[in-house]
């Protein structure tokens, strides 16, 4: 599975995406400096079993990670269904993705790489 399937329904690489999306708008609305997002799933159940989220301390003061995570579930909705919807993963059949075989998936700016474009967050 992971990278080397090409179906972006499969949450190796959806779940991978949307994590990255979420990690890259806490650092971008400065709720932290650095930002780690996991996500787990199980065969056949919607909803993630978990979602976690590690700022490594450096959520901005007055902030923890526990609100970061409330805003992050609010912002984002991580069932795998949902993913390819929001991230538009479906556009282009699998050309879409021979691009991420050259410089890999991440840190690129490129239109067809929906999954690095910030979501506002705001915490509570």
Known sequence: GAFSGKDPTK?????????????KSVVAAGLARR???????????????SIHVDTYGTAKEGINDKQILAAVKKAFDFR????????????GGNKR??????????????????????????VA
């Open 11 to 23: 949450v190796d690489r959806s779940g991978a995406y949307i994590a990255r999306q979420a990690a």
């Open 80 to 91: 795998p269904g949902m993913i390819a919807k929001s991230l538009d993963l479906m556009r």
């Open 35 to 49: 930002c780690l997002v996991q996500v787990s799933y199980a065969i056949g159940v919607a909803e993630p079993l």
């Open 97 to 122: 993705y021979q691009k991420t075989a050259a410089y890999g998936h991440f840190g690129r700016d490129d239109k067809d790489f929906t999954w690095e474009t910030v979501k506002k967050l705001e």
